[in-house]
T-cell receptor, first 112, second 113 residues
Framework: GENVEQHPSTLSVQEGDSAVIKCTYS??????FPWYKQELGKRPQLIID?????GEKKDQRIAVTLNKTAKHFSLHITETQPEDSAVYFC???????????FGSGTQLTVLP | DGGITQSPKYLFRKEGQNVTLSCEQN?????MYWYRQDPGQGLRLIYY???????QKGDIAEGYSVSREKKESFPLTVTSAQKNPTAFYLC????????????FGPGTRLTVL
């Protein structure tokens, strides 16, 4: 089955700096890659996703890049703010599978 | 935040007891999922269902059971066979048979005393 690895497990940045979180996946047939943000004690919420037919997607301060050859994808957050502090999870869906495989999460802390 | 609900928010159980966690959605989604979340780990899939009266085991199904008698409901039973059940349990649903975004419920925190 699919295996997703996520790095780093913790990340601290100064307010206004950029943050990058990276994930690798094992199944070359994977075609959907969402990113979720989970604030303490709350439910995960989708912040951005990308499908295998595009290499990059942006939404204001958030962007995701996908390298299918290397089987990795990354989340980029620019101009970070304290409210960006949360746990971020990447995930991948393999081929026609109906389930997601999640990475282990990254605790992002934005220091004021 | 509406659309998918879980109850109760907190649940305490004695060892050896079965307990059922509720998950309901009014989004008319076909697919529903149960995940377990432990500190420092990602979301691990317990069971999922793509359609009423059908469900499949996920990566960590041992000690759990589910049913899908109605489209809007997907209850999870944690049985006494689950050796380490203390965790945060998240339910999710997805339209189009699970090919798109998953929407999560607020979660149930289960503690075994």
């Amino acid at each position: 089955g699919e295996n997703v690895e996520q790095h780093p497990s913790t990340l601290s940045v100064q307010e206004g700096d950029s943050a990058v979180i990276k994930c690798t996946y094992s199944d070359s047939a994977s075609n959907y890659f969402p990113w979720y943000k989970q604030e303490l004690g709350k439910r995960p919420q989708l912040i951005i996703d990308i499908r295998s037919n595009v290499g990059e997607k942006k939404d204001q301060r958030i962007a995701v890049t996908l390298n299918k050859t290397a089987k990795h994808f990354s989340l980029h957050i620019t101009e970070t703010q304290p409210e960006d502090s949360a746990v971020y999870f990447c995930a991948a869906r393999s081929g026609s599978a109906r389930q997601l495989t999640f990475g282990s999460g990254t605790q992002l802390t934005v220091l004021p | 935040d509406g659309g998918i609900t879980q109850s109760p928010k907190y649940l305490f159980r004695k060892e050896g007891q079965n307990v059922t966690l509720s998950c309901e959605q009014n989004l008319n989604h076909d697919a529903m999922y149960w995940y377990r979340q432990d500190p420092g780990q990602g979301l691990r899939l317990i069971y999922y269902s793509q359609i009423v009266n059908d469900f499949q085991k996920g990566d960590i199904a041992e000690g759990y059971s589910v049913s899908r008698e109605k489209k809007e409901s997907f209850p999870l039973t944690v049985t006494s066979a689950q050796k380490n059940p203390t965790a945060f349990y998240l339910c999710a649903s997805s339209p189009q048979g699970g090919m798109d975004e998953q929407f999560f419920g607020p979660g149930t925190r289960l503690t075994v005393l």
